[in-house]
Structure formats: C-alpha cells, structure tokens
C-alpha cells in the first residue's frame, strides 16, 4: 500500500512552478509549511527529481555524483545493466538486489536516466 500523500496535485505543480523559478528545495519547504503543510526539505528534492524540475539554466543534476555524503554515483555499467533489465522486465526491486542499491536509488536513477535521454531528443 502506498504511503499517505503529502502534497495534492495542485501543490506538487506550484512546487515544480517554484524550483523552476529558482527556489530552493529549503525555501520551497518552507513556503508549505508556513502554510500548514510540514514538509522536509529532502521530500521537495525527491518529487522535483520525479517531476524534471529544475532550476533556470540547470538541465540535470551531476551525473555520477552521489545525492548525499553516504550515496554512491551510479557507474556506466550499472546504467546499462539496469536499463537491460528493465527491457527484460524484471521488476524494480529485482533489479535494485541484483545492484545491491536501495529501491529508491533504483526508481531515482531512473527518472534522472529519462530525463536525460529527453533532453538528449532535443
């Protein structure tokens, strides 16, 4: 069962509209809760990397740099292992055991992989 949404539609498009604009995820964070919705910092990062939501001038974030001191960047054979087996049709958490990596980071990277491929197409 999925968990408890913090954010509706409405908000997640004005919170995108906000990074897009140059807004920090702090101050993004911010804005919510001093309109009574409680919500990190951290959470507003991961739904503006779902959404492809960036700052001016910033079209991906670094590619094979870790999100956070105890991450580690994702090789060029781990993306290609990890892009085969979705064409395989394994499912997330399968391939997540197979790169010993948290299911998060599997479902991350590939928005980030996505992402790039469609500013690529550009």
């Known amino acids: 069962m999925p968990g408890k949404r913090i954010l509706s539609d409405d908000q997640l498009d004005r919170m995108a509209e906000m990074r897009e604009r140059g807004l920090s995820y702090a101050q993004i964070a911010a804005q919510f809760t001093s309109e009574g919705t409680a919500i990190k910092p951290v959470t507003i990062r991961w739904q503006c990397l779902r959404l492809g939501a960036f700052p001016p001038g910033k079209t991906h974030p670094n590619v094979g740099v870790p999100c956070s001191p105890r991450g580690r960047p994702f090789t060029p054979e ?45």
């Open 78 to 122: 781990e993306d290609a292992l990890l892009l085969e087996m979705d064409r395989a049709g394994y499912r997330r958490a399968e391939i997540a055991r197979t790169l010993k990596r948290k299911h998060n980071s599997v479902v991350g990277r590939f928005y980030t992989l996505a992402r790039i491929d469609a500013q690529a197409t550009f």
